[in-house]
């Protein structure tokens, strides 16, 4: 029995979704106490509840202490079973954090799988939906993984009634990857998302960014008003070797300006450092890594959420995961032992 602290590092869900991930994949059960003690509310959110439901749904888990507000979960994992599966958030909690849990169990399953999560696809505690399919998934696909994630309806915060879903086929082995650069810059490109709000916040948004960094290519996609209300805007980074996705999240009482310049202020730091991935997509990467083995990328900051994945993996893996700086940036190297 591995036993995990969820106060440790950043004291979020980080530690149980990477948690639950290892351990069906490699069959180790895990128990873990003071779940969310870094935040405001500790303990299991809907939202986490669901990512542990669903996680033993496929693998048919016994599972101790799943209830919204409780501190502490034991996880007894059986074999991953691919299949179609359903799961239903109820609220805007995050759909992508729920798929990034159970997804990379399934690329080991012994037949295909199909997953459908409804709830929020676009809130600003979680990547969204397009980051996973434009960002993410490209990198895994050179990885040997064989995954498509769609989009099939907007969910924005509070009122969530999005859904997401994946398709994934059986991978006996992933592909080391190594990521030291990204390569020339291609294209830099903005994406105001509204629905249910007008236009002209849109484009308020698209000007502000063109303000900030220099030749955006901007569009507007007006959603149905059912879909919303609802606003976020995307700055998609485009190099050599990879995409960024940048995301600024609207709601009410921030002006559009300010939506804009969350985005911005990502991309510009991303931009001006020599990391491959930016500070999100590391930490979206290093398991799935973990699980090649022999891999290296760099990013443009070690966060709190990598470090902690870090002690998460090493725990259930024989890897060994070093970071140091290396220029304007941070490398990470992760070896087998």
């Known amino acids: 029995m591995i036993e995990l602290d969820g106060a440790v590092g950043e004291g979020g869900g980080q530690i149980l979704r990477s948690a639950l991930t290892l351990s069906m994949m490699t069959g180790q059960r895990f128990k873990i106490k003071n779940i969310r003690a870094g935040r405001r509310k500790p303990g299991l959110l809907r939202q986490h509840l669901t990512a542990v439901e669903a996680a033993a749904a496929i693998c048919g888990a016994s599972v101790e202490g799943a209830a919204v507000g409780s501190q502490s979960l034991r996880f007894i994992p059986g074999p991953v079973q691919g299949g179609n599966y359903r799961f239903a958030r109820g609220t805007a909690g995050s759909c992508t954090l729920v798929l990034q849990t159970i997804l990379p169990a399934l690329w080991f399953a012994k037949q295909a799988s199909t997953v459908s999560v409804s709830g929020g696809t676009h809130n600003k505690a979680a990547p969204p939906a397009d980051f996973l399919i434009r960002a993410w998934q490209p990198l895994l696909a050179k990885m040997g993984v064989q995954q498509d994630i769609a989009l099939k309806r907007y969910g924005f915060y509070p009122a969530g009634g999005g859904e997401i879903t994946a398709s994934v086929k059986p991978v006996s082995a992933l592909i080391p990857l190594h990521l030291s650069s990204r390569g020339a810059l291609l ?14 916040v849109a484009q308020r948004e698209l000007d502000q960014i063109s303000q900030r960094i220099e030749g955006v290519a901007g569009d507007i996609r007006v959603l149905s008003n059912d879909q919303g ?26 002006s559009a300006e ?11 730091i991303y931009l001006e450092s020599q990391g491959a991935v930016g500070e999100y997509l590391a930490d979206q990467l290093l398991l799935s890594m973990a699980l090649a083995g022999e891999c290296s990328f760099t990013c443009t900051k070690a966060s709190s959420h990598l470090l902690t994945n870090i002690g998460v993996i090493e725990r259930f893996l024989p890897v060994k995961i070093k970071h140091e700086p290396s220029g304007q940036a941070v490398s990470v190297s992760i070896s087998s032992v």
């Open 187 to 200: 294209q830099i490109k903005a994406e105001a998302l509204v629905a249910g709000v007008p236009g002209k």
């Open 229 to 254: 209300p609802g606003n976020a805007v995307l700055i998609e980074v485009v190099h050599e070797h990879l995409s960024e996705i940048f995301t600024g999240f609207g709601e009410k009482g921030t």
């Open 258 to 268: 300010a939506v804009a310049n969350q985005a911005a202020s990502l991309a510009k």
